[in-house]
C-alpha cells in the first residue's frame, strides 16, 4: 500500500477527519491533505510519522499503539529510492547528462517549473514525491534512448550493455537506487 493509502486507512478507523489529524499532529492543513492525495510523502526517518502516529494513536485509546501505526507509516512511506539521497543525486546528475535530458521537458513530464528542476539537480531542492519523480525520470530517459548512440552511453553508464527498449524504464529505476559508481 502507499503511504496515503496507509495514512488514509488508519483516519478511517479512528473516525478522524484530515482537518483534526493536522491540529492533533501540529502539521498544517494543505500538508496532511498532500500526504492524504499521495501528492508528498515524509521521509522515512522524519519526526513527522512520529507525529503523525502519536495523533493516530491517542483517539484509538491507544489500539493500536503509537508504535505500531509508526512502524506501519514507516513502511509505507519507505516505499521509494533506497539509497541515501545524495547517492540518488549524483546517480540523477548522471543520468540526465549521460542521455542528454533537456530539463525543459523533463520539468513539462512532472508538471513543474524548469527552475525547480534546475534546483533539485543543484541539490537545493529535492522532490516532493521522489518515487513519482524517478518513476518520471526513468521514463523519459527511456524514450531519449531511442537513439542508439544515447541507448549505447546509457548502457555502459549503467553496467548492462543488454539495455533493450523494453528493459530501459525498469533497469533506470533500479540503477538510480544503487550505491554502484
Known sequence: MT???????????????????????????STVSRYRTGQRVPGRDSAVLQQLAEALAAPAGGEP???????????????????PYPVYLRNLRRLVKT?????????RQLHYDASYISRIL????????????TDV??????????????RRAAAALIGRPDLTPQTMQNLFLLWLNTNRT
Open 99 to 107: 542521455t542528454g535530458l533537456c530539463r525543459a521537458e523533463l520539468a
Open 137 to 150: 525520470v526513468a521514463a523519459y530517459a527511456a524514450r531519449r534512448c531511442e537513439e542508439a548512440t544515447v
Open 3 to 29: 503511504f496515503a493509502e496507509t495514512l488514509n486507512g488508519f483516519l478511517a478507523r479512528t473516525g478522524r477527519t484530515g482537518k483534526q489529524l493536522s491540529a492533533a499532529a501540529g502539521l498544517g492543513e
Open 122 to 133: 543543484s541539490g537545493q531542492r529535492r522532490p516532493a514525491n521522489l518515487w513519482h519523480f
Open 65 to 83: 499503539s503509537a508504535a505500531v501505526l509508526l512502524a506501519a507509516l514507516r513502511d509505507a512511506a519507505g516505499k521509494g529510492p533506497s539509497v
